[in-house]
């Protein structure tokens, strides 16, 4: 069963920065595009970033200039860099991968880890 594994949440102040990291595993034949959602208390689930297995991205407008989504092929880690964090920004963050896992083309969700950003 092919598994995301994320992390790097924690508490940070305004203004300051986090990693978040998250790695896939198990049988992985291929992986195409990884992305980062988040979900706050009373809202909808939503993209944050998007990265393609070429390295093309996108971001969500409320994010654009201060994250930057990367990854790493050879460790099937996709990283994402948060600066000039926002209070806005709090939310479970979500790891999403999609390609030829465990045999079949679909999709993978991690558990979330926990971003709070303190004014």
């Known amino acids: 069963q092919v598994q995301l594994a994320e992390s790097g949440g924690g508490l940070v102040q305004a203004g300051g920065s986090l990693r978040l990291s998250c790695t896939a595993s198990g049988k992985i034949f291929r992986l195409n595009t990884m992305a980062w959602y988040r979900q706050a208390p009373g809202k909808q689930r939503e993209l944050v970033a998007g990265?393609?297995?070429?390295?093309?991205?996108n971001y969500a407008d409320s994010v654009k200039g201060r994250f930057t989504i990367s990854r790493d092929n050879a460790k099937n880690t996709v990283y994402l860099q948060m600066n000039s964090l926002k209070p806005e920004d709090t939310a479970v963050y979500y790891c999403?991968?999609?390609?030829?896992?465990?045999?079949?083309?679909?999709?993978?969700w991690g558990q979330g880890t926990q971003v709070t950003v303190t004014s």
């Open positions: 990265i393609t297995s070429g390295g093309s991205t």
């Open positions: 999403r991968a999609d390609g030829v896992l465990d045999g079949v083309l679909g999709a993978v």
